[in-house]
């Protein structure tokens, strides 16, 4: 099997046998070298982001000292979930290569399947998400726009 | 104004002008009180999964000591983007209120309408995507679910 997706499995395993919470490592690539990992550790920290991929993002942001990760390819052991799928978008990560899909993690009792379904929903997303106070919101966006010494990310 | 969202806007300012990130601020509330606040620190921590509402998460997990914000309800400047939605689902929060919407952070140069478009297209996800090694990460899964101290959530 690829070494990469080898390593994620290693975090994962990892992070089952410590209880640091589900079956989930993750490793982040960049020019043939691992540049961040992690495994999920939503129980370990109380914190429900706390997933593989968000793991490995923090790591190789950390190691590289930037929000910008183009140019590397993520390898992990599930199909990220919308949460992790966003942040890959994000980090400007390229690639992804998952091991389990979708079904194979409904099966062993994990809600992404669901929240994908929300998220492509628009009634189901106009119920759970309300409009208020937009007017000064605005004004916020406008007073940000004015600042000078804006840094573009 | 609603005084969450209020405490929001205030949040927002803060981060603008400290340099930390985008105008966006979030605060979690329950019961009457609010139980999280943060703002977009993606700029100042290097890390592009400090939105507002992720940092409020953070922060509302940590005061309240555990993962699961069942009973709260978000508050937010702008429309979460589809990491944040995923962060909002897995930590169980039961409503979000957002002040500016998708239009308003695309105008402002911000992502998350096109990160949407990803999460909800198919052939998109499929070519990012890509299956690798799914029999040793179905094998991993089977290892979770033999382990006798799993904690669920």
Chains 1, 2 share one sequence.
């Not at 961040?36 to 942001?61: L, Q, S, W």
């Not at 990760?69 to 390898?75: P, T």
Request: charged share 30%.
């Amino acid at each position: 099997m690829d070494a990469f997706m080898e390593e994620a499995l290693k975090e994962a395993k990892k992070g089952i046998h410590a209880g640091h919470g589900g079956p989930f490592g993750a490793v982040i690539a960049k020019d043939g070298k691992i540049i961040g990992r992690g495994h999920n550790e939503v129980v370990k920290n109380n914190d429900p982001t706390c997933h593989g991929e968000m793991m490995a993002i923090h790591d190789a942001c950390k190691n590289l000292g930037t929000f910008d990760l183009s140019g590397s390819v993520l390898y992990t052991t599930g199909y990220p979930c919308p949460m992790c799928l966003g942040a890959i978008l994000w980090a400007n990560i390229e690639k992804v290569y998952y091991g389990c899909n979708l079904e194979d993690t409904d099966k062993i009792g994990f809600r992404d399947s669901r929240f994908y379904e929300m998220s492509s929903d628009e009634k189901k997303k106009e119920a759970f998400l309300v409009e208020l106070g937009r007017k000064e919101c605005q004004d916020l966006y406008q007073e940000y726009l004015s600042l000078s010494d804006r840094k573009a990310y």
